[in-house]
């Protein structure tokens, strides 16, 4: 207890100090966005919300977003002036700004911008999102298929089929351009105030782990006599009751990652800044391939232990954590894409008949027994079948699973998710069913997850733009964000059997479980991403999910809203239905 109070205490001392003396220069936003220190700080490396709305600060990308008159934002060209779409939907032809500067006041260029894609997307990089610049044609000696004319200023995108969601693309900050010059492969540019240079509308000014990640304006910005603020000071923490101290006392303006258990008081104590904005993600569970869940009497096959992963989600109930843990308007999930997510067909996936339902009787109670909802009895026979001893039975309401093995469980302490796996921890105890679960450090839980070196993790994936894609391109083999370990090696787990030792890279997968995943899903993938008829890109994306909700190796929860606290004071803030908070126009009353 003491410890926290002293941290709660240095915590308040250092942003009152930080901001008073930040405030001489003009208005300084002070924020949480919580999850602690970003894994990487460089653009092409980061693949973490969090991460993301930091580099937003410091750089920018051909296309931005902007508040139209009803305070909605809007796409419009950033560092381009202007493009064109040519009738085939084949080519981008974009004009960038004049008098372009990096925000060390030296000229940027259209080269620079190809160099920066061209890094961003090469094997030497491997950037968790280098894949997503597969939209773009290939040269002849696999470069970019893209031409620069520095003296006119043009950049110019040749696309092997139309890509409809590229200009969003453009948006996003795997596509912010860096100066390839300085920045080196690990990221370790990226943390130092010197060589972080940008085209956005703010200049790092500190970067200190645990501590804070300060940004001043940066006159060089295309449109510097818009933006308002002189400075911001990016808070770092995983500390829950710390962030919301610091906004309570005033020494922050903005958090995100409140826990649930304060909602009632922050609504009646500062009616209207508790705000659940929706926003297109899914929180789920997430089950390494590798892992053997074998009773020891039965050696399960790889699809059967598809079968026991998916019961294992199918135990929690959904309409109890969104009801009765989260409490901030979320939506208990039914498949993997998230409500209002779009695929070019219709604007809501989730609500359109193609699309499969995996958890229909989640808050349903079942007839075998009223103590088990619909969902837990099917799970309950799925695991006896399967062979997994018990005692007791489902029609007596007493079943305990003896010999299910023990689930190593990892998450990072933010927001609800302590609350969480709380509570799926208790559900599955209830049956049997018992695991390890350590905290650990966002950036921590990354390292290990991308490693392969975990057996269970908390996991949420927000859209980064509208589109099915987004979500089908997480699980494909050459993802760095492919944490089951789905057509990848087995990395460095160690705790798996000789049986799953293959499990990822094997022929397990499919509708008759005879396929690689690279056959079973990454096809499927590439075909969605190739196809133009609406229609058909609907069935294959609906098929798609299908292909991964059956390997049970994700297990969605329930769909985002993201619960953030605003001072009245502050305003023109750009926030994005995929979760981004942008502050390049904010301004402070």
Request: charged share 20%; glycine share 8%; with cysteine.
């Amino acid at each position: 207890m003491k410890k926290t109070l002293a941290l709660l205490l240095a915590l308040v001392m250092v942003l009152s100090v930080a901001s008073f003396a930040s405030a001489e220069d003009g208005k300084v936003m002070n924020l949480f966005l919580g999850g602690g220190t970003p894994l990487s700080m460089d653009p092409a490396l980061n693949s973490a919300s969090a991460g993301s709305n930091i580099i937003r600060s410091a750089f920018a990308g051909l296309m931005g977003y902007q508040l139209d008159e009803a305070g909605e934002p809007v796409m419009k060209p950033e560092l381009a002036e202007s493009y064109t779409l040519s009738e085939d939907g084949l080519t981008y032809s974009f004009v960038l700004r004049e008098g372009l500067k990096w925000s060390d006041g030296t000229d940027a260029t259209a080269s620079q911008i190809k160099a920066s894609w061209e890094r961003a997307a090469s094997p030497e990089l491997g950037a968790d999102y280098g894949f997503l610049y597969d939209v773009i044609d290939r040269t002849a000696d696999g470069g970019l298929d893209i031409d620069v004319d520095d003296a006119a200023r043009t950049f110019v995108v040749h696309l092997p089929q139309p890509c409809a969601y590229f200009l969003d693309l453009c948006c996003f900050v795997p596509f912010y351009p860096v100066r390839v010059d300085i920045a080196d492969n690990e990221g370790i540019w990226a943390i130092n105030p010197e060589t972080y240079i940008g085209l956005g509308a703010f200049k790092m000014t500190k970067y200190a782990v645990d501590d804070v990640i300060s940004f001043e304006k940066n006159p060089y910005y295309w449109n510097a006599e818009n933006v308002k603020l002189a400075g911001i000071n990016f808070y770092l923490s995983e500390d829950n009751t710390a962030i919301l101290t610091a906004y309570e006392n005033g020494t922050v303006q903005y958090i995100q990652s409140i826990a649930s258990t304060e909602y009632d008081r922050l609504n009646a104590t500062y009616p209207g800044e508790l705000e659940f904005f929706p926003t297109q993600g899914t929180w789920y569970i997430l089950f390494n391939v590798h892992k053997d869940l074998s009773p020891e009497a039965k050696q399960l096959t790889v699809p059967e232990q598809s079968k026991a992963r998916f019961a294992l989600g199918q135990l929690i109930n959904r309409y109890e954590v969104v009801t009765y843990v989260t409490k901030g308007g979320e939506k208990a999930a039914t498949g993997f894409y998230p409500v209002g997510l779009a695929d070019g067909l219709h604007t809501d996936v989730r609500s359109a008949e193609e699309y499969g339902v995996w958890y229909t009787g989640t808050n349903e109670f079942s007839d075998v027994n009223p103590d088990y909802t619909v969902d837990q009895v099917e799970a309950l026979q799925t695991l006896i079948d399967l062979g997994y001893p018990c005692t007791g039975s489902i029609e007596g309401g007493d079943i305990c699973f003896t010999d299910f093995p023990s689930i190593e469980f990892a998450f990072n302490n933010s927001g609800n998710n302590a609350l969480i796996i709380q509570y799926v921890q208790e559900t599955w105890n209830q049956f049997g069913i018992s695991g390890v679960v350590n905290q650990e450090a966002w950036a921590t839980l990354q390292s290990k997850l991308k490693a392969g070196d975990a057996e269970a993790a908390r996991m949420g994936w927000i859209a980064d733009f509208n589109d099915v894609v987004n979500f089908l391109e997480i699980f494909i083999s050459a993802s760095g964000n492919n944490y089951p370990r789905l057509g990848r090696s087995i990395g460095d787990y160690t705790r798996n059997s000789e049986v799953t030792a293959d499990a990822g890279l094997g022929a397990y997968w499919g509708p008759d479980g005879d396929k690689t995943w690279a056959e079973a899903y990454d096809a499927l993938v590439d075909a969605v991403k190739a196809a133009t008829d609406p229609v058909e890109r609907a069935k294959l994306a609906a098929e798609a999910e299908k292909v991964l909700m059956a390997t049970g190796g994700v297990n969605p929860l329930y769909y985002y809203t993201t619960a953030q606290m605003l001072k009245p004071a502050v305003h023109d803030v750009i926030r994005l239905a995929t979760g981004d908070v942008i502050w390049t126009y904010a301004d402070i009353d």
